[in-house]
């Protein structure tokens, strides 16, 4: 399957959002984001770890993107020393998240983060397709080593247009990441179902309105096909059926609602598709592990 014109339909911005410091041997956690979260570990090595998958091995070079909604913490092992410079985050309008003790540069693993947005032909979050996160390594002869010093030389050294150059560079990385892993044989199942024209009008109407009452049966009469030969096509490409994807985009469009506005909790419950406020609130803390107002409460400050 080629993807030249997927690659080319593909609008990806990025909005970096914090720098991570970890000083020798220790942990910074990260709380669930409503949004798809990019790591680029910048020095260091260590891992991600997750609640309730195996951890992630990074190194200096590593390319992270973490799904919507993904309790997931940084571990440094305090065992390297890749050379970085003194980072002015401040300046560029970026969280310091800092942990442990020691000089800067000494055993200190850097990570840069960022929200990362992904559009194609008119619909703006089709990084909420993927499921697991996926992570990358950008060699020591990859043409990319030049991003990654360039995002060391910005984040050590702003000046104007910075942080747009950070933005560019992030967005460099992330189509590295996909096109490595196609080029690798390693297939993105959403990136398959973008391919299929049958299938992206459907995946297209439930990331317009997953709180529509979509059933798998009008999907499938939307591409002009039977429910059976719709559903095994979805899960062929996707590798879940298609009720799995509504519910989980049916969340993550509810915890960009609840972060983002001051709607009430029963309207958002409408706004995603559910009956009552009772039966979103259950399937929100059981997505979760939160309620949606300690959820509000922890992205908001209170």
Not at 47 to 53: D, H, L, S, T, V
Not at 65 to 91: F, K, M, N
Not at 173 to 199: H, N
Request: charged share 20%; net charge neutral; proline share 5%.
């Amino acid at each position: 399957m080629r993807y030249d014109n997927l690659f080319n339909d593909l609008e990806i911005t990025t909005d970096p959002f914090a720098l991570c410091e970890l000083k020798g041997e220790c942990n910074i956690g990260l709380s669930q984001d409503a949004s798809a979260t990019l790591h680029y570990i910048l020095s260091g090595e260590g891992e991600i770890a997750f609640g309730n998958q195996p951890p992630l091995r990074v190194a200096r070079g590593s390319l992270v993107l973490i799904p919507a909604l993904q309790h997931h913490s940084l571990r440094s092992y305090g065992t390297s020393r890749d050379p970085v410079p003194e980072c002015q985050p401040a300046q560029l309008h970026l969280a310091r998240l800092m942990a442990g003790e020691g000089p800067a540069g000494g055993d200190q693993m850097t990570a840069l983060c960022g929200r990362i947005r992904v559009g194609l032909r008119g619909v703006s979050d089709v990084i909420d397709l993927i499921r697991e996160p996926l992570v990358e390594r950008i060699g020591e002869t990859s043409a990319m080593q030049g991003a990654l010093q360039g995002l060391l030389c910005e984040i050590s050294n702003p000046k104007m247009g910075s942080r747009a150059m950070i933005r560019a560079l992030l967005t460099q990385c992330v189509i590295e990441m996909l096109r490595k892993r196609l080029a690798t044989g390693r297939q993105l199942e959403w990136m398959a179902a973008l391919a299929d024209p049958m299938l992206w009008n459907a995946l297209r109407a439930m990331l317009d309105e997953p709180g529509a009452n979509h059933s798998v049966e009008s999907l499938a009469e939307s591409v002009f096909m039977s429910r059976s030969a719709f559903a095994k096509r979805f899960t062929e490409a996707y590798g879940s059926g298609p009720m799995d994807l509504l519910r989980a985009l049916r969340m993550r469009q509810a915890a960009g609602l609840l972060r983002d506005t001051d709607l009430p909790v029963k309207r958002i419950a409408e706004m995603v598709g559910f009956a009552s406020r009772s039966a979103f609130t259950r399937s929100f803390e059981a997505n979760t592990d939160l309620s949606p107002r300690a959820f509000r409460q922890l992205h908001r400050g209170g």
